[in-house]
């Protein structure tokens, strides 16, 4: 009994007493051991990119502790120039180096270390214990991602696009050369902060960043590294909040409990616990319903004539973007095979279809003259949707020998397209980011109308009614859009 309470007193010293350091020599000491640092050698691929920090040698820590010894490279804590460049041991003849990532921080992190290991010393975990002395070896996030690109869902792809994002614009280096201790609430909430600043600097435009100027993460990087970036702006509702929110869900998916026990559970991983907890901050998003105000409505159909005769590539992809709800980001970049035209019996069938679906009289329906074929997008379902007799006729007239839907000759003619509906639709008073969009809503609450919640997943291509609440509302009714008169 005496012996027991002995070594447990003895444990409580330990833990009470670790990270007194002995001095400012390269070997740290305390009642648990002591730990080293070491400059290590100037690795060959710095040579190949000079000046370059994620290329430069880290620091190397030998802890030395009773009856064993762990030597680790501290992968986050590269050596600074003039530590490397110190003729001497820079752990005693510069100790009191203060350049970030230097010994200053991973002395501390040394520290910790060494704290885990006396809570498993005190605790008699010696499961524990042997874990720090020998790691578990975890799958790399490179194999991570191959095997999650072979068997996660539909979706996978584009959240492995969104993790690649966080953390390319964030290190400007590939996922693949990840580490697991990157992934960390640190780096989400400097990303954060980093596509807020985009955002307020106009560089996140239509998509993700399609306005991103030359260098433009480089640019927030510095800032961040220089920490010049405002902090999370907890109060201003902004369009890009929802951004965030959306990759940081489908980024952490990845590694999540489902993922693991489903997809990933032949491979070992870590807990992730920074990298998967809540964001300490708050990110105001506008409300999940938006649309255009009656009266703003009024004078966009006022303004149609003008513009079908001043640009009628312009007025088509309005038609189409309102007469079906297609993200026009979706639309812009179809091709001409996308449009199949209608004959007389199969425009006939798709308006007895589109009368029985909405609940309404046939001979209110305009004729239809083409079916567009939208693939799937963003883990929806792909959607046949048809158009009016005149919007089919001016696709006809547009495409020409480019092969796109508009007639655009390439991607950014396209993006161009879709930039100057959102420029008209401002001038006509829509108000918004990406008042384009609001069309989509728009057709969505006349589904909703009509068909209720299940019209507006089967006409959007969501998966689930859920969806509907996003686009549409109970009490709102919008004209149906087919009803206007054909040509």
């Not at 280096?173 to 580490?179: D, L, N, V």
């Not at 966009?300 to 640009?311: I, N, Y």
């Not at 396209?414 to 069309?439: D, F, K, M, S």
């Not at 006349?446 to 997943?457: D, E, I, P, Q, T």
Request: glycine letters at 8%; proline letters at 5%; charged letters at 25%.
């Amino acid at each position: 009994m005496l012996v027991s309470v002995w070594f447990l007193l003895c444990g409580f010293m330990l833990i009470y007493e670790i990270g007194v350091s002995s001095g400012a020599s390269s070997a740290m000491k305390n009642t648990i051991g002591s730990y080293h640092l070491i400059r290590q050698a100037k690795p060959e691929s710095r040579w190949k990119v000079p000046g370059v920090r994620e290329f430069d040698p880290n620091w190397v820590v030998r802890f030395c502790l009773p009856g064993e010894q762990k030597r680790v490279t501290a992968r986050l804590y590269p050596i600074c120039p003039r530590c490397l460049a110190s003729e001497g041991n820079p752990a005693e003849v510069r100790s009191n180096c203060s350049a970030e990532g230097c010994q200053r921080d991973v002395r501390r992190w040394a520290d910790l270390e060494l704290a885990v290991y006396a809570k498993a010393l005190r605790e008699g975990d010696m499961k524990r214990k042997q874990e720090w002395l020998a790691p578990k070896r975890y799958a790399s996030i490179s194999e991570v991602i191959d095997v999650y690109l072979q068997r996660g869902p539909s979706d996978r792809r584009q959240r492995v696009n969104m993790l690649s994002a966080i953390y390319e614009q964030v290190t400007g280096r590939e996922i693949e050369r990840a580490k697991w201790e990157e992934l960390s609430q640190k780096m989400l909430m400097t990303w954060a902060e980093m596509r807020q600043e985009a955002g307020r600097r106009g560089w996140l435009g239509l998509g993700a960043g399609k306005n991103m100027p030359p260098g433009g993460w480089a640019v927030l990087r510095g800032l961040a590294a220089e920490r010049r970036l405002k902090a999370v702006d907890e109060v201003t509702v902004a369009a890009w909040n929802t951004t965030i929110q959306t990759y940081l869900v489908s980024a952490r998916s990845i590694f999540g409990e489902k993922s693991r026990l489903k997809v990933l559970r032949d491979l070992s991983l870590p807990e992730l616990g920074g990298f998967m907890d809540p964001l300490p901050v708050e990110l105001p998003c506008p409300e999940g319903h938006q649309e255009i105000p009656d009266a703003v409505m009024a004078e966009v159909e006022r303004r149609l004539p003008s513009l079908r005769a001043e640009d009628v590539q312009l007025y088509a992809f309005f038609r189409v973007c309102e007469e079906t709800g297609v993200r026009p980001g979706t639309l812009r970049a179809l091709d001409t095979e996308a449009l199949a035209v209608l004959s007389a019996d199969e425009m006939s069938f798709w308006k007895a279809r589109m009368a029985a679906d909405w609940k309404m009289p046939v001979d209110e329906l305009c004729d239809f003259g083409g079916l567009l074929d939208i693939p799937a997008k963003k883990g929806g379902h792909a959607v046949k949707t048809p158009v009016s007799a005149e919007v089919a006729g001016l696709l006809r007239g547009l495409a020409g020998t480019s092969g796109h839907l508009f007639g655009c000759k390439h991607k950014t003619a396209a993006l161009e397209l879709h930039e100057r509906l959102n420029v008209w639709l401002r001038g006509c008073g829509v108000e918004g980011n990406h008042v384009a969009y609001l069309l989509r809503h728009r057709k969505a609450q006349a589904l909703r109308r009509f068909g209720g919640k299940s019209a507006v997943a089967v006409g959007l291509g969501h998966t689930s009614e859920a969806m509907a609440e996003r686009y549409s509302r109970e009490d709102r009714v919008v004209p149906a859009v087919f009803t206007r008169a054909a040509g």
